[in-house]
């Protein structure tokens, strides 16, 4: 028996073709999509070899050999081929109906050119890519281009199917495994995932199962690195669908050699375009990436087909002037690079790739440099290298000037010098040396600053302040015995607990020395708008990037970074809301509502909605409200001028109104809506 699990029915006789076809037609009128197991086995090609062998050829199947027919004979009784039939009727009568057709044999091309099938099983992409036969699948690839490239479309590409070992079992769970599913969703044609496939299931699932018979746990590993590397790439599936402008490229190694292993091809829908690469080979590759492969367009209006090139600069429609250039994103690292449009068309894109390894261009934007070369300048500088934003790398080349004083402040060896100046007791000294040094580099950022911007501040008043601020971040340790409220005990509490505050915590000392840092560097800017231009700066100037860096240095958790960054920039926003209430006579609902409107601060309280409330989050609230309290009393203290007395008022009042926020915060059950009105 030629094929044991079909129906064996004898396709020569007219009736039988005429009610398998109406069989397929009833089908077709229920379901939208049907799937020929095993159609390769009623082309005649193979039909008559597994059936009516020819007259001394012998057959495939020896007992079939006395049913021998001449070509002939066999043309006579079957003279057109069945899948065209099938596909021709199905045109006429249901021509909605999708029909898609599992050809092995090597007779996918077959199937979509002669018989016009609408999509047909693409077992070479499985087989030569497990077997890293990358040439022999370069090549098929390379043929179907030069004949036709439409015919790309119509396969459908796939890493396993119920005949076959699962994805895991041919191809592991590494990279190489990531670098062909990125490849399955990138190509023309239609991608299929099989069953279980994402979660790394082993158990190789039949037609006839009902349920798993191996109790297999999700692998969570493989499935969060299709969630991070494959599942954005088949959110844009559009973009690498059709073949109109897909083009496969030779990957040039330095010696001038193809590199058959290494899969490079581009894609584009508009003004969108993306670049795969995939090394599939146990080695390292480095190369250039220039010219297509020859493909076939048609010629004129005709039917007649020429073929074509293209180089990876013109399929990225980019200019030929020097004076632009490319900027991309690799989705797999993150990062950006810049190229010379240029060197792009006369070189092309020079990769290097180890084992395995797989990338995807895109978010191609190409810009114009100006007069000063800022671009030019900036790709010479990063080398071929990537960075998270080229923007903010082409920000930072013009803040260097700002960023080399800042950084002379903001540093793990700054920070720890000066934490261990702090004044342990009453009568201890200052270490005059550090802070006359610390002063003066503070004297270089104002002065830079204001120079960038054009400012209209005072560098000498806004130094002075510094040195006041600096001075009492070094007492901290003993501020509740320099500055006494005997007569007001609310004040001497308060002055005890900020002391006991900044004395439990190291990173309380190290936040606030970086929120002195920049609180007031908008002054050398407008002073009339000192904290909105200070606020601006930390993300204009880039100086919350650096001040990030500096407490990953310090040995912060990146949680703990990822929540006092914005605390220092909600604080450096209301940094006189202590004064609004005494110089503009606003209410504490005013003050809240101000503070509740702060974006910055809603992240930080974790605001968030749930059944239509708006909650924020108990600990947080807190410890905004002591870091409010503390920079009140701080400034209170500055302010003062050693008039115990009004200081002590000054402390007492703010130590009352902070205690007003956190008992209305625990009357509203921390909902937003009922923190306010509570505070009316």
Request: glycine share 6%.
């Amino acid at each position: 028996m030629p094929w044991n699990d079909t129906a064996q029915l004898n396709y020569l006789k007219p009736e039988v073709r005429e009610a398998v076809i109406q069989t397929i037609l009833h089908v077709a009128r229920k379901f939208p999509i049907i799937r020929f197991d095993a159609a390769m086995t009623l082309t005649k090609k193979h039909y008559q070899r597994l059936w009516y062998p020819e007259p001394g050829h012998g057959g495939d199947i020896p007992s079939r050999a006395e049913h021998g027919l001449t070509r002939s004979q066999f043309d006579a009784a079957m003279p057109e081929e069945f899948w065209r039939e099938v596909v021709d009727r199905v045109a006429r009568e249901i021509p909605d109906t999708l029909l898609l057709a599992e050809a092995f044999w090597l007779m996918e091309g077959y199937f979509v050119r002669t018989l016009g099938m609408h999509r047909v099983y693409n077992s070479a992409f499985m087989n030569m890519l497990k077997n890293e036969h990358n040439d022999k699948y370069r090549s098929s690839i390379k043929n179907i281009l030069e004949f036709n490239p439409e015919i790309l479309k119509r396969f459908v590409n796939f890493m396993n199917n119920p005949d076959e070992a699962t994805a895991v079992a041919q191809f592991g769970k590494g990279d190489k495994y990531i670098g062909v599913c990125v490849m399955l969703v990138t190509m023309p044609g239609l991608p299929m995932i099989g069953h279980g496939q994402v979660e790394g299931f082993t158990e190789k699932y039949g037609m006839e199962y009902r349920k798993a018979y191996w109790n297999e746990e999700p692998d969570w590993d493989l499935i969060h690195r299709h969630e991070r590397y494959v599942f954005p790439l088949m959110r844009r599936r559009y973009l690498f669908a059709d073949v109109t402008n897909f083009y496969l490229y030779d990957f040039y190694s330095p010696e001038g050699q193809v590199n058959e292993n290494v899969f490079a091809y581009s894609n584009s829908f508009h003004n969108e375009y993306g670049l795969v690469i995939f090394h599939n080979k146990f080695e390292t590759a480095s190369g250039w990436i220039k010219m297509s492969a020859a493909y076939s367009v048609r010629k004129g209006s005709g039917d007649e087909r020429m073929l074509s090139q293209k180089s990876l600069g013109d399929a990225l429609q980019l200019h030929h002037e020097p004076h632009y250039f490319v900027i991309f994103r690799d989705h797999v690292s993150g990062l950006e690079f810049i190229r010379r449009s240029r060197n792009i068309h006369e070189q092309g894109l020079f990769v290097s790739l180890a084992a395995y390894q797989y990338q995807v261009f895109w978010d191609f934007r190409e810009v114009e440099d100006n007069v000063w070369q800022h671009y030019a300048n900036l790709e010479v500088y990063l080398g071929g290298r990537g960075v998270p934003s080229i923007d903010e790398a082409l920000k930072e080349t013009f803040l260097k000037p700002i960023h080399q004083t800042f950084k002379k402040l903001a540093n793990k060896k700054m920070f720890e010098a000066l934490y261990t100046s702090r004044l342990l007791k009453v009568d201890a000294a200052i270490d005059i040396k550090l802070t006359a040094d610390v002063s003066k580099k503070m004297q270089d950022l104002l002065t830079e600053i204001k120079q960038f911007n054009a400012g209209k501040g005072e560098v000498a008043q806004i130094k002075q302040q510094f040195e006041q601020e600096l001075t009492i971040l070094l007492q901290l340790p003993v501020l509740d015995k320099i500055t006494k409220c005997p007569k007001i005990k609310q004040a001497q509490t308060a002055l005890k607990t900020l002391t006991n505050f900044f004395a439990a915590e190291k990173h309380h000392w190290q936040t606030w020395y970086a929120w002195l840092l920049v609180h007031q560097l908008g002054a050398a800017v407008d002073p009339a708008q000192t904290a909105e231009q200070s606020r601006a700066g930390l993300d204009d100037w880039l100086l919350g990037k650096i001040l990030e860096q500096n407490f990953n240095d310090l040995g912060w958790s990146p949680e703990k970074i990822r929540q006092i960054v914005p605390l220092i920039k909600v604080l450096t926003t209301h940094q006189n809301w202590w004064k609004d209430g005494k110089e503009q006579d606003i209410s504490a609902y005013q003050i809240m509502q101000k503070l509740l409107q702060d974006s910055e601060a809603q992240s930080y309280l974790q605001v968030n909605r749930f059944r239509e409330v708006l909650w924020f989050n108990k600990e947080s609230f807190t410890a905004l409200c002591d870091w409010l309290l503390n920079m009140a009393i701080l400034e209170v203290v500055r302010i003062g001028k050693g008039n115990d007395q009004e200081i002590c008022q000054e402390i007492s009042r703010h130590a009352d109104l902070i205690e007003k926020f956190k008992v209305a915060g625990q009357k509203s059950g921390y909902q937003l809506e009922k923190l306010l009105e509570s505070l009316k």
